[in-house]
């Protein structure tokens, strides 16, 4: 009897204050239903709503401000009429209050990893973490569907609940896209955007809202982190002989520092002179391409009329003497220094015939002669 005039007293003015900011909803009064009489009044700060049930339904819901309540509880009249049922009036009455903010930094994560295959690792295990943010957009769907008669529902009470609804998309979103663990870390982002999409309809079954999804962090376990931090490191050497080079020219370069005799100097200085060289080489990348050299200057070959290089003493294809003490005047042949006749045309060396010239190259040539002692061209 004296509890009943309490909560009689109590629920005249309605109202709730979150004082942990962990609770979803709240519910007036919290142990069983309440006798709320006509014309109490019912206070819904900002970033709440409220839900009225009356007679076991939900009567109206109330967004920010004061409200006045009608019911059929009238002081005196209501003691009266509840004669019958023990003095409690069967006109039962509840008001769930709903926290419409925004729940921040909720956890998710695997708790044992799970098997995927990676287009470069082969079949690896993974285990992922982040942190998501919540809240609730239809109160009286959340209250019919989740949170039923309980008088106080916190997000530790959902949070274990929607941790395994994100994991199983996850695993799926994963096993469809995944490529490679080593591109993961770039795509944190769109993949946190992607799994958001695939859970709305999850989260908004309940009346509930995914407003952002984190991805902390996807690992494999430690075997597989070295063997990825091997790899690292030898994609940073690249070429382990070249680094071995490198480290005993330095090494040489410090052993020439510290020498302190005259031994020690010379060798610093002659290190010192080679070190730019060996630097020079060992540094250069392997696909440089070489320099391009210039081109020998060619010549001809008075008797074959090839092409061989301007400095060579015998021609490499008919073996003609390129280096000429003199030539016969009427076919260019070399002839030897004590020679009186060419040996190819029988022509007196001493005799000079008549010149002509060379309709190629404007040489001036002899009158007998068969080709041009000039570009080798044929008169």
């Known amino acids: 009897m004296s509890m009943n005039r309490m909560n009689l007293v109590f629920l005249e003015n309605l109202e709730w204050f979150d004082d942990d900011g962990t609770h979803l909803v709240h519910r007036l009064p919290q142990q069983g239903s309440g006798e709320i ?8 700060r900002e970033n709440q709503a409220a839900v009225f049930y009356y007679k076991g339904k939900a009567l109206e819901a109330f967004g920010p401000g004061r409200h006045t309540l009608k019911t059929g509880n009238i002081p005196i009249l209501t003691k009266i009429a509840s004669l019958p049922w023990g003095l409690s009036s069967p006109l039962r009455a509840e008001v769930y209050f709903v926290n419409m903010k925004v729940f921040t930094n909720l956890k998710w994560g695997t708790r044992d990893p799970v098997a995927f295959k990676d287009a470069e690792l082969g079949l690896i295990r993974l285990r992922a973490f982040g942190v998501f943010n919540l809240r609730v957009v239809q109160p009286v769907l959340m209250i019919n569907r989740l949170v039923g008669t309980q008088g106080v529902y916190t997000t530790e009470a959902i949070e274990d609940y929607l941790n395994q609804v994100i994991i199983s998309r996850f695993n799926d979103h994963m096993g469809e896209h995944l490529d490679s663990l080593l591109s993961l870390p770039s795509r944190y982002d769109t993949l946190s955007e992607e799994l958001m999409e695939r859970m709305q309809q999850d989260f908004s079954h309940f009346g509930l809202a995914l407003t952002h999804l984190y991805i902390n962090a996807i690992t494999p376990p430690p075997e597989v982190q070295k063997a990825i931090d091997e790899r690292s490191r030898m994609g940073a050497i690249d070429d382990m002989n070249k680094l071995m080079q490198m480290k005993a020219a330095m090494a040489m370069e410090k052993a020439a520092e510290g020498g302190g005799d005259m031994a020690g100097a010379g060798m610093g200085a002659g290190i010192g002179l080679m070190m730019p060289a060996m630097l020079s080489r060992y540094l250069t990348p392997p696909d440089s391409p070489p320099r391009a050299s210039e081109p020998a200057p060619e010549a001809h070959c008075p008797e074959c009329h090839q092409s061989i290089p301007a400095n060579a003493r015998f021609c490499p294809y008919c073996g003609h003497q390129q280096l000429v003490f003199r030539q016969c005047m009427a076919c260019g042949k ?46």
């Not at 060396?349 to 009158?367: H, M, T, Y």
């Open 334 to 379: 070399n002839l030897t220094p004590n020679a009186k006749f060419c040996p190819r045309c029988g022509q007196e060396v001493d005799r000079q015939p008549e010149s002509r010239f060379c309709s190629k190259c404007g040489n001036e040539n002899l009158a007998d002669a068969v080709y041009c002692n000039a570009c080798g061209e044929k008169l």
């Open 37 to 44: 009489k006509y014309g109490a009044q019912l206070t819904v």
